[in-house]
Every structure is written in structure tokens, then in C-alpha cells.
């Protein structure tokens, strides 16, 4: 049998190589058949295990993280995109506009604007 893991409790252990030595023995055949049988297989016993604990949301940028302490401090919406909006003083109003309500990260961003026809 492969090594295991070393953190893996020894009481499991044992209890999965009995698991997997009574499926060998009574669908090894089947197993042997075909190449992809033993990732079928796996990954059907990967789904009935419980899933990792997730973090909820999206991850935060440091400029978000930034805003949001900000915020939190009192500071105002305008010196928040200031200080959290790369070259925000430079930009012209509409630009201003779409980096204001567009989330940081998201697929709607300036570059997969159209450039003409802007409304301002």
C-alpha cells in the first residue's frame, strides 16, 4: 500500500485499507476494465465527504481593504476615491463614473469599454 499522509489517525487508516481491499476484491475485475474507473471512483467517494470550510466572498483587494477602513474612520466618499482609485484624479468624469460603481476585480472595467459613443 502507498504511504499515507503522516497526520492521517491510524484508526482511519486501517479502516480504508479494509474499505479498499473488499472493493479490490469484489469489483476489481470491473475496476481493471477500464482506465478512468479507479478516478471514477475516487472522486464519487471525494463527493460524499464533507467539503473544506469556505470563506464567504469575494477576496479583498488592498485597495478595498483600504476603503474600508476609511469609511470606518469617517473619512469622506470623495477622498476615499482619492486615495483608493489609481489615477483618479486624473481621469475624466465618465471614467471617474464607471470606477466609482464598478467593483474592484469585476469583468466591468475601463479597458472592455467601447471608446465611442461615451455618454458623459
Given at each position: 500500500m502507498p504511504s499515507a499522509k503522516p497526520d492521517l489517525p491510524?484508526?482511519?487508516r486501517q479502516r480504508l485499507q479494509r474499505f479498499a481491499e473488499g472493493v479490490a476484491k469484489d469489483f476489481g475485475p470491473w475496476l481493471a476494465a477500464a482506465p478512468g474507473r479507479r478516478d471514477q471512483l475516487a472522486a464519487?467517494?471525494?463527493a460524499l465527504l464533507p467539503a473544506y470550510p469556505a470563506r464567504r466572498?469575494?477576496?479583498r483587494t488592498?485597495?478595498?481593504a483600504?476603503?474600508?477602513e476609511l469609511r470606518q474612520q469617517g473619512v469622506a466618499?470623495?477622498?476615499v476615491f482619492l486615495r483608493c482609485i489609481h489615477n483618479y484624479s486624473a481621469m475624466d468624469s465618465f471614467e471617474r463614473k464607471v470606477r466609482r460603481q464598478s467593483p474592484p476585480?469585476?469583468?466591468r472595467c475601463l479597458e472592455t469599454l467601447p471608446r465611442g459613443g461615451?455618454?458623459?
Open positions: 491510524p484508526e482511519l464519487f467517494l471525494r466572498g469575494r477576496k488592498m485597495a478595498v483600504q476603503a474600508i466618499w470623495q477622498q476585480g469585476s469583468a461615451r455618454r458623459g
